[in-house]
């Protein structure tokens, strides 16, 4: 009996080490590369800092292909789907090379659409009342196809605003004013009255506006 036991424990003990090694093998002979995050595109840009609510700390917002900006300072629009219902669940900004972008995020339903412009002054939608907004510009933003909160089940932006970031040239800061009659409207400040861009993303969906830090 003895003889027979020096005889197995052997025999298992190296199986037991040959099977680690093709294990090891297998597992150790080629580099794993993790699956890259879904999304509707993506960028060779280095994320900036930003400022949010409702939304990740940085400007992590993917564009593959900006529209060329204006030559002018016209205003931009684009209609909304027929059947838009969204609300703007979070606002970010962040400083890039050359611009600065304001990203509004959205929930609910269909395709919003968008009125930009530059305005004398700022005065709530809502209550015809001046807002203040720091700048030498105002960029008035108008979110179409807007729905209220008990409408999309979509919590609307609870602030801050005004909404600040670092590192920023050409935008001050962003006030957020309100939701009426199918339009949300906010307004920008820019350092002046320089060129702007207007574009949506998708997943989720995003209206961005980008403002040039120079004419």
Not at 30 to 53: E, I, L
Not at 90 to 95: D, N
């Amino acid at each position: 009996m003895r003889t027979r036991s020096r005889l197995v424990v052997p025999l298992l003990l190296t199986a037991s080490l040959v099977g680690s090694a093709l294990l090891a093998g297998c597992t150790g002979g080629g580099t794993s590369h993790p699956a890259s995050a879904g999304s509707s595109t993506a960028t060779s840009r280095a994320p900036a800092p930003s400022s949010t609510a409702g939304g990740p700390a940085t400007d992590t917002d993917a564009v593959t292909s900006e529209p060329p900006f204006p030559a002018d300072v016209k205003p931009d629009t684009a209609a909304a789907s027929a059947d838009s219902r969204v609300t703007v669940r979070a606002l970010r900004i962040g400083a890039h090379d050359g611009f600065d972008r304001v990203v509004f995020e959205l929930g609910g339903t269909g395709k919003p659409g968008w009125d930009v412009r530059y305005v004398d002054r700022a005065v709530s939608q809502g209550s015809g009342k001046p807002v203040a907004v720091a700048g030498g510009a105002v960029l008035q933003v108008g979110v179409t196809g807007a729905g209220y909160p008990y409408d999309t089940g979509v919590t609307e932006y609870p602030g801050p605003s005004p909404l600040e970031a670092a590192g920023t040239r050409a935008v001050t800061q962003v006030v957020f004013d309100s939701t009426f009659e199918g339009t949300t409207a906010a307004f920008i400040g820019t350092a002046a009255r320089t060129p702007f861009r207007v574009y949506a993303l998708s997943n989720p969906t995003r209206i961005v506006v980008e403002v040039a830090d120079r004419g």
